[in-house]
T-cell receptor, first 114, second 112 residues
């Protein structure tokens, strides 16, 4: 089966600019996650979707980050305006189960804010 | 919420030796514990997992043990090889929300 697709692979922007990331999960996976992985740290959940509804966005900095999954398939994550501390790899993952299942991660988008 | 601690942060072993990475979790409701391997610049990949109704699981050279009472679980790699060098993350999942909380990672280096 095809994996989780993400684009772009790399992005360099200046602080205060905006940026958007795209994710297409594995076909049929109802649950989609966006994680932020800062260098040297474990992934941290930003937002979780079940179909097109938000399940958990408690750690999403809502003043600058937004995400949507309008048709319950692919998703976009946006940052506006970006800060230096947003430099990280943004990982998208999907899963099919409702409990007790690992994720399949995409290759991630490496964001550098200068 | 769940909190996962992972030790050590770095681990160097000689090829052929065993490596052990330990994690503790805080939420007694957590019921699923996967381990991911992440090579430099690549995505995390699931290498083994264990559910809370099992105490140990083995897959060739890797094994995971779980102690629910103490709320800790460990990854064991035997007969390490240079290609085992990577960052390993443990994680814990609570309830039906599927949210995974990750540890901070262990950089494993297998030396020739």
């Amino acid at each position: 089966e095809a994996g989780v697709a993400q684009s772009p692979r790399y992005k360099i922007i200046e602080k205060r600019q905006s940026v958007a990331f795209w994710c297409n999960p594995i076909s049929g996976h109802a649950t989609l996650y966006w994680y932020q992985q800062i260098l040297g740290q474990g992934p941290k959940l930003l937002i979780q979707f079940q179909n097109n509804g938000v399940v958990d966005d408690s750690q999403l900095p809502k003043d600058r980050f937004s995400a949507e999954r309008l048709k319950g398939v692919d998703s976009t994550l946006k940052i506006q305006p970006a800060k230096l501390e947003d430099s990280a790899v943004y990982l998208c993952a999907s899963s099919s189960g409702t409990g007790g299942y690992g994720y399949t991660f995409g290759s991630g988008t490496r964001l550098t804010v200068v | 919420g769940e909190n996962v601690e992972q030790h050590p942060s770095t681990l160097s072993v000689q090829e052929g030796d065993s490596a052990v990475i330990k994690c503790t979790y805080s939420d007694s409701a957590s019921n699923y514990f996967p381990w991911y391997k992440q090579e430099l610049g690549k995505r995390p990949q699931l290498i083994i997992d264990i559910r809370s109704n099992v105490g140990e699981k083995k897959d060739q050279r890797i094994a995971v043990t779980l102690n629910k009472t103490a709320k800790h679980f460990s990854l064991h790699i035997t007969e390490t090889q240079p290609e085992d060098s990577a960052v390993y993350f443990c994680a814990a999942q609570t309830g039906g929300g599927n949210k995974l909380t990750f540890g901070t990672g262990t950089q494993l280096k297998v030396e020739l």
